[in-house]
């Protein structure tokens, strides 16, 4: 087993630089979009082989560190009875406005409720030599999604309710951060060896809002994992102002989008946190020479400093070139 993601979770020395991308699992891959051609969203995500396929083909084409979980953050919810579809962003049909929708949000049973996603980490965990990472969404991006109806260019909504109504805002973030521990539990009894928690948009809020809104129901998801004995890793989108609370919450790992420098990140976080990141996803998109020079910049800024996993400061977007990612982590291994 290549263990360097784990070894570098743990701020641990490593041979090489352990290296993964986020949305690595499709998107860019031609072989992945074939198979879209033949299956929708929740097909996939319902049938093993197929999600497990998925997760696998990062692996074999570009020899990256880790294979990451092919699902959703919000697929949870459909378990548990939510009416959700992605097209391709998350639409509900029936968005929550009150305390009288906290009724249809029941607890998560995973081995009932999405055994599938259980089966296809189980297959995972047999066939390859490089980790699994399990992931979740965060209770604040959930249940932006859940008020908003989808997505969201303002979350206006979702924080007016955060302010008007924090009774029932805490009652929300609370069942879900329930259901966000019962998944990433049952994904690592499953065979994941790292989790992910995704809070992909706790940027919108201020360090205060996050702090009094927000910080208890995400601290409950990593007490709730603390004796697993995984590394637990934590990201945001623009979330520069709320480093340091991401790993209060009890992160193992920050990940770091490209507004901010690892080396700043660092020093803001202290030597107990590793950190992940933190290639802006567009500079792989400019020629490979330009794509060489923005890593060497990363690399440079964490310092060759132990407690570094580089990935990109957010996902691979559709149109990269899967060669260029390859070259990628061939540059970051050294080889």
């Given at each position: ?17 352990p ?8 998107r ?26 998925v ?37 509900l ?94 994904q ?19 360090p ?8 208890p129901a995400?601290r ?11 590394p ?11 480093l ?16 901010v ?21 567009a500079?792989?998109l ?9 890593a060497?910049?990363?690399l ?36």
């Open positions: 087993m290549n263990t360097s993601l784990l070894d570098a979770c743990w701020g641990k020395p490593v041979e090489r630089l290296v993964w991308f986020m949305r690595q699992a499709g860019c891959l031609p072989e992945y979009r074939a198979l879209r051609e033949k299956h929708g969203m929740f097909d996939i995500f319902r049938a093993p082989e197929l999600a497990a396929e997760t696998m083909q990062p692996v074999r084409r570009l020899g990256v560190d880790a294979a990451i979980l092919f699902s959703d953050i919000v697929v949870p919810l459909a378990a548990v009875g939510i009416e959700i579809d992605l097209q391709p962003g998350p639409v049909a029936r968005p929550f406005r009150s305390a009288a929708d906290l009724a249809r949000l029941r607890p998560l049973e995973p081995e009932a409720d999405m055994p599938y996603v259980l089966d296809t980490v189980r297959l995972l965990a047999g066939e390859l030599d490089v980790p699994v990472i399990g992931f979740a969404g965060a209770p604040f991006t959930l249940a932006s999604y859940l008020v908003e109806g989808g997505s969201s260019k303002t979350l206006g909504r979702t924080k007016a309710v955060m302010h008007a109504d924090p009774a029932f805002w805490a009652e929300l973030l609370d069942r879900l951060a329930g259901i966000v521990v019962a998944s990433l539990r049952a690592v009894a499953a065979g994941a060896r790292a989790v992910q928690v995704f809070d992909s948009w706790a940027g919108f809020l201020s205060a809002d996050y702090r009094r809104s927000v910080l995400t409950k998801i990593f007490a709730g994992l603390a004796d697993l004995g995984v637990r890793i934590h990201f945001g989108v623009g979330t520069g102002e709320l340091e609370l991401l790993a209060e919450a009890g992160a193992d790992v920050v990940g770091v989008d490209w507004r420098p690892l080396d700043r990140a660092r020093a803001r976080l202290g030597d107990h946190v590793a950190v992940q990141g933190n290639l802006d996803p500079v792989c400019a020629p490979w020479e330009v794509v060489a020079r923005e060497t910049g990363v440079e800024a964490n310092g060759g400093r132990p407690g570094h996993i580089f990935n990109l400061g957010w996902g691979v977007l559709p149109e990269t070139d899967p060669d260029i990612l390859r070259r990628l982590v061939d540059f970051v291994h050294g080889d």
